[in-house]
């Protein structure tokens, strides 16, 4: 054989391997997903709404009669924005239980024999939750505006508020998505998440004014990051805020910023970390 020969690669017969989509893509593709099962079967995110819902009327038109405001203030205008920030409180049941089911069913095992990255599943999930927030959101604006709520912050601080509510959402979406890929299979795990989120959400300024609060309560209740949220969606909206002095009247915004980067930080890897342990 001369120095020259070329020595000729047999064609590949097989068929030709996967493409894997890329995390965006791919996320994009699941969220359509959820999008589409949620409109065949819309019952999960509507009672979701209705509930809190109740919440808002209970309070306003039971208890409102009753609870006065440090610095002044209607109830209504106090509690509408307290009641967004615990209704994306409320997203941590349904992604978890989500999250728990797909991986209970072997959806999540068909997802990994698909050209699909690991993120991808649970950033398809997280956008479903997401648009699903939006439009809880815009609801509770029009229900609040029925009731005598009013936004009197100019359009950029209202746009801002929404902005710092969905960014909470966004940032307790991965604490389910992290409880429903662990602790998701085993029994009574939704009462187990029921027994975590009702006292965050109702320890904290959604209802009443921490300065009516025993001062321990109150310190507790304005370190709660639902707090933050609720106040600095207050602030901006105009609403009266309940609180008249301390960190938190000072730096609500920073804080509404910080307290969610800070749980984004540790439940996305995590969240990560979960799913790659599922293949074991």
């Not at 019952?43 to 209705?50: E, I, N, Q, S, W």
């Not at 808002?56 to 009641?83: C, D, H, K, N």
């Not at 992290?178 to 299979?185: H, K, M, S, V």
């Not at 187990?192 to 921490?210: D, E, I, N, Y």
Request: aromatic letters at 10%; one cysteine or more.
């Amino acid at each position: 054989m001369s120095p020259h020969t070329t020595i000729g690669i047999p064609p590949r017969t097989g068929p030709a391997p996967a493409r894997t989509t890329g995390i965006l893509r791919g996320g994009w593709i699941l969220t359509q997903r959820e999008l589409a099962h949620w409109a065949r079967q819309p019952a999960t995110p509507v009672f979701g709404l209705l509930f809190t819902i109740m919440l808002l009327l209970m309070f306003a038109f039971i208890f409102g009669g009753s609870m006065r405001l440090p610095g002044g203030g209607e109830y209504v205008q106090f509690l509408l924005p307290g009641m967004m920030a615990l209704a994306m409180m409320f997203g941590i049941e349904s992604t978890m239980t989500a999250m728990a089911a797909d991986a209970r069913k072997g959806i999540t095992d068909r997802f990994r024999s698909m050209p699909l990255r690991d993120a991808a599943v649970s950033l398809g999930r997280v956008g479903a939750d997401m648009a699903n927030s939006a439009v809880e959101l815009a609801i509770l604006v029009a229900g609040g505006l029925l009731l005598g709520w009013r936004i009197t912050g100019s359009p950029a601080a209202a746009c801002g508020a929404v902005l710092l509510l969905l960014w909470l959402r966004f940032a307790l979406l991965w604490v389910g998505t992290f409880l429903g890929l662990t602790l998701g299979r085993r029994q009574g795990a939704e009462m187990l998440v029921q027994v975590l989120v009702w006292p965050v959400g109702f320890l904290s300024t959604v209802f009443a004014a921490p300065e009516l609060m025993p001062a321990w309560l109150g310190a507790v209740a304005e370190w709660n990051p639902v707090s933050a949220t609720a106040t600095a969606a207050r602030e901006l909206f105009g609403s009266p805020t309940g609180v008249t002095g301390g960190w938190l009247a000072e730096h609500a915004v920073f804080a509404a910023v910080l307290w969610p980067l800070l749980l984004t930080a540790v439940f996305l890897p995590l969240s990560g970390r979960a799913y790659r342990r599922l293949r074991k």
